[in-house]
Structures are given as structure tokens and as C-alpha cells.
């Protein structure tokens, strides 16, 4: 799989732009500013529609306009297919919109999985060292790259939750009312059936019984869309570790036994076992969130806010007995976020049989030499790599003397002779 050509208009800095390209090494050479990583952010995203730098679309389209377009011809076993998104933040021109060989996509997540890229930047350092969202992030991202119809889960899954968040906030006094309070001393709900934890002495005429008959609805629907989510991510998790452990050892050049683990906020028998590698299935998992839903009832309506389901859950980064958060040296944190990007690229190549697209984003001056010869070395064999720097010094000869060079300089992109 490659990209044949790229294009974009009022995207980032861009009025447009068109970037030829080819298999092999593509590298993008300018200083910060210029405009060389606004163009590989628009390949990421007609492979996921999202950004790794931000969070929202509007910062994605020009000033002083309200649509952006993206175009990329993508080549997969000698047939062509073109990818064209629309990113609209004006009003007059609706949602993001998607087209398929000039065809109207229903919905923009309809072209995931036409492109395939594993994207690795600066900003991967999160992976080791921010918050637990970053790896959720990490984990739920390549999820869809390797199966696109988990895109629809996750959709399903937010939606969910900022409803059931939504009744937690805004009923909170109502919810009190209709449950009963455990003593101080007393055991948590967490051991009680759900209709042990409602207090029969609450008039039904109150609004009570029909504010608690719908956050018991909610929950049914966070455990059934929760436990697909969860039960995806574990067996990701579970093919990834392998792959894991060999990349780290390889751009480290150490043995250090790099393990990947996942920290779940479900009750504590189910937490330990998912920890130590157990894959529950589905409905054990529907019944395990429920269960824990109930445990943390009383908890959950004093904060107003959902407290056990996939969006709290972490993924742990382990180098031997240690978290890599807060222990792993700055080498070792970048040898692991590296490794995690080798990591989903190695599985993905093994999934798919062809290789996705490998995009380094100002990597290489950010590694020392060791690192950055191992890295080279690790990638120069992939069918398609598109490499970003400030100067041409960065990136290993090993890369640049096979590839093609563009020069980007205030957004107007010339090849290098």
C-alpha cells in the first residue's frame, strides 16, 4: 500500500498543494514553520479523520475560510482507489463529508481502512510519560486501523456516556433521594443487588423511581457497548505484546523485557485478572461492568460522573518490575514510544499482508545516533515512508540517498535535484 499522490486545499497554512509521491522514502525537508508537517498530518488523516497534533477540526482549516479538503490517491495491490474528505466548520457547508472514487461516502468513517498509516512524532513521548488518555488514545486508534467497523463502537460507547454523565449531573438531587446510603461502618454497595441500594421509603410520585429506572437503563447500554470495547482492546493488547517486546529490544539494543498491561476500573478480582493478561469473554465482561456500575452507585451520584468503564481505564508501560512512567530515563522513554509505533506497524503488516504507510514527524533529530542508525535501519525495508526534518543532516543517509527530497519553504513545496 502507498500514497500515489496528495493534495490539499485551505488545509492548515495551504491554499493548496500537491505533493507527488511514490514507494519508497519520501522526505520533507524545512525549517519549523514552513509548513512540512501540515502535509504528512493531512496524509494521517484521511487514515483515521483525525489529527495527532490537535483535538478538534477547526484548527485544521485555513484562516479565513470554513471548508478544507484533502485528496489522496492510494494504491493497493496495483488498483488506485481516491480518498477526498471535506472538513467543514462553517455552518452553510454542514459536517465533514467523505467521497470514494468521486462517490459519496453515508458518513466520513466509511473510508476508514482505505489507508492504512502508523504515524510516530515528538508528541509520542505522551505515550510513556502523560496521561492514562493518551494511551487509551493510542490503543483505541490502532484498533480501528486494524479493524475499521470498531470506529462505530466507539461512537456508540461516547455517546453513551456523556448521557449517562449528563442524568448523573443534572439529576443528582433526584438520584440521592432514591438511594440508600451505607453507614460509614458499614460494607459498600459493591456486595448488594441494584434493588438493595433504592430506598422504598421514596414517593414514586417524586420523579425518583423514573430517574433511577433510567440510569438503570444507561447502565445496561454502557455494559453492553463497554464490554465490546473492552473485550477489543484486551485482544489487542494480547497480539501486541510480542510485537512490543522485540521492537523495543531492537531500537534499544537492550534487553530490558518491555510489557505491555492493561489497568482496568472494574471490581478487583476481574481488575487483577485482566492485569495479569486474562482475556474474559464478552458477556462475563457485560456482567462484570454491571456488577461494578452497582458498586460504585452511590459514589457515581455524590460526583456526578461515571467511574468505571472503558474511559477509565490505563494502559501500563512496564520495563522488568518497574513502570516505565515515572523510572524509564528519557532514552528508555523514547526506545518505548518508538517501540509501541513498531510495534502496531509489525501487527498491522502481519494482518494485512501489505505494509501501511510508516510516517516519521521531526523523529530522528530527537534520537541520539544509536537510536537513530537502529531506527533507519529498522524502516528502510517498508514499501512506503514519509519523514519530516529541519535540516537534511537529520535523517540517516541509509534513508535519504534511496528516496526523494522535497524542500518546503513557507508552504510552497519544490523537489530537491
Not at 402 to 409: A, C, D, E, K, L
Amino acid at each position: 500500500m502507498h500514497l500515489r499522490q496528495l493534495s490539499v486545499v485551505d488545509f492548515r497554512s495551504y491554499p493548496s498543494a500537491e505533493l507527488p509521491l511514490k514507494p519508497g522514502v519520501t522526505t520533507l525537508i524545512g525549517l519549523n514553520g514552513q509548513g512540512k508537517t501540515n502535509l504528512i498530518e493531512a496524509a494521517g488523516y484521511l487514515a483515521t479523520l483525525g489529527s495527532h497534533r490537535v483535538a478538534s477540526d477547526t484548527p485544521l482549516v485555513r484562516a479565513g475560510t470554513q471548508q478544507a479538503v484533502i485528496r489522496g490517491v492510494v494504491v493497493r495491490d496495483g488498483h488506485e482507489t481516491l480518498i477526498e474528505l471535506e472538513i467543514n466548520t462553517g455552518r452553510a457547508n454542514g459536517r465533514n463529508r467523505a467521497r470514494l472514487n468521486r462517490s459519496p461516502a453515508a458518513r466520513p468513517r466509511d473510508v476508514l481502512g482505505t489507508l492504512r498509516t502508523v504515524l510516530f512524532a515528538p508528541e509520542d513521548l505522551g505515550l510513556v510519560k502523560g496521561d492514562p488518555s493518551e494511551r487509551r488514545r493510542f490503543l483505541d486508534e490502532l484498533l480501528v486501523t486494524r479493524q475499521p467497523r470498531w470506529a462505530g463502537v466507539r461512537s456508540d460507547y461516547d455517546k453513551v456516556l456523556k448521557q449517562r454523565n449528563a442524568l448523573l449531573k443534572s439529576a443528582a438531587p433526584v438520584l440521592r433521594r432514591g438511594v440508600r446510603r451505607p453507614h460509614r461502618s458499614s460494607t459498600p454497595l459493591s456486595t448488594e443487588p441494584m434493588d438493595k441500594g433504592v430506598d422504598k421509603s421514596v414517593d414514586p410520585n417524586d420523579g425518583t423511581v423514573n430517574a433511577l429506572h433510567t440510569l438503570d437503563v444507561w447502565n445496561s447500554q454502557l455494559a453492553m457497548v463497554g464490554a465490546q470495547l473492552l473485550y477489543a482492546r484486551l485482544r489487542l493488547m494480547r497480539d501486541l505484546g510480542p510485537y512490543l517486546s522485540e521492537a523495543y529490544d531492537e531500537v534499544s539494543a537492550a534487553t530490558s523485557d518491555a510489557r505491555i498491561s492493561y489497568k482496568s476500573s472494574l471490581r478487583e478480582e476481574m481488575a487483577a485478572a485482566i492485569a495479569a493478561g486474562a482475556v474474559p469473554e464478552m458477556q462475563a465482561l457485560h456482567d462484570e461492568i454491571l456488577a461494578s456500575l452497582e458498586a460504585v452507585r452511590v459514589n457515581e451520584i455524590d460526583r456526578g460522573i461515571s467511574l468505571v468503564g472503558p474511559h477509565r481505564d490505563d494502559v501500563v508501560l512496564s520495563l522488568g518490575q518497574l513502570p516505565a512512567k515515572g523510572y524509564a530515563s528519557h532514552g528508555e522513554s523514547w526506545s518505548f514510544a518508538l517501540g509501541l509505533r513498531l510495534a502496531a506497524y509489525q501487527l498491522l503488516r502481519h494482518d494485512l499482508g501489505d505494509d501501511p504507510i510508516l510516517i516519521l514527524d521531526d523523529v530522528f533529530a530527537e534520537l541520539d545516533s544509536g537510536r537513530r542508525d537502529r531506527l533507519a535501519a529498522l524502516v528502510a525495508d517498508c514499501e512506503q515512508v514519509l519523514i519530516t526534518a529541519a535540516f537534511p543532516g537529520d535523517v540517516p543517509s541509509v534513508l535519504s540517498d534511496s528516496g526523494t527530497t522535497y524542500r518546503v519553504t513557507l508552504g510552497e513545496v519544490v523537489r530537491a535535484d
